[in-house]
């Protein structure tokens, strides 16, 4: 396929794909950037290989989808896990932070931070391996968010 129908493809669909990423990502603009571009990549390599004559906008937001859970997998790893263990640990923060979480959370991350198999306590916790991650994800979120009020 030549490259100005790619290039229309790209231009009718990147907003509408990012906008999907950055709400599904909670409203992180850098990570919706990454995934959106990800995303038209994939179409990019792709293109020869797709059947125009069906939904390209539902295949879009399906690569939209595995690359999001794909920058989540991979933003576990990057969140600053020392920061987050660090102000646990501070006297003065922990009770605000703490009080931010519900018991059920504060003792998956309690157990998360201190190093406990992860498969296991996906387990535990009736989850998947991914889920874990996303609700680990989601509460380091809930913890930075009351960081940068404690900040301000």
Not at 5 to 33: M, Q, T, W
Request: with cysteine; charged share 35%.
């Amino acid at each position: 396929m030549a490259k100005e129908p790619v290039e229309y493809l790209i231009k009718s669909y990147y907003k509408e794909i990012f906008h999907y990423c950055y709400n599904r990502l909670y409203g992180d603009f850098h990570a919706a950037e990454d995934c959106t571009q990800e995303v038209m990549l994939v179409l990019y390599k792709k293109v020869n290989t797709l059947d125009m004559s069906k939904d390209i906008r539902s295949w879009l937001y399906s690569v939209a989808n595995k690359e999001k859970k794909a920058y989540q997998r991979k933003k576990v790893d990057i969140v600053d896990i020392d920061t987050v263990s660090e102000k646990l640990s501070e006297n003065s923060f922990e009770c605000s932070v703490l009080d931010v979480l519900d018991e059920k959370e504060r003792q998956l991350m309690e157990k998360y931070l201190s190093g406990a198999d992860k498969r296991k306590l996906a387990k535990e916790n009736n989850l998947t391996l991914g889920a874990l991650y996303t609700k680990i994800s989601r509460i380091k979120n809930k913890i930075m968010k009351d960081l940068a009020k404690q900040d301000n």
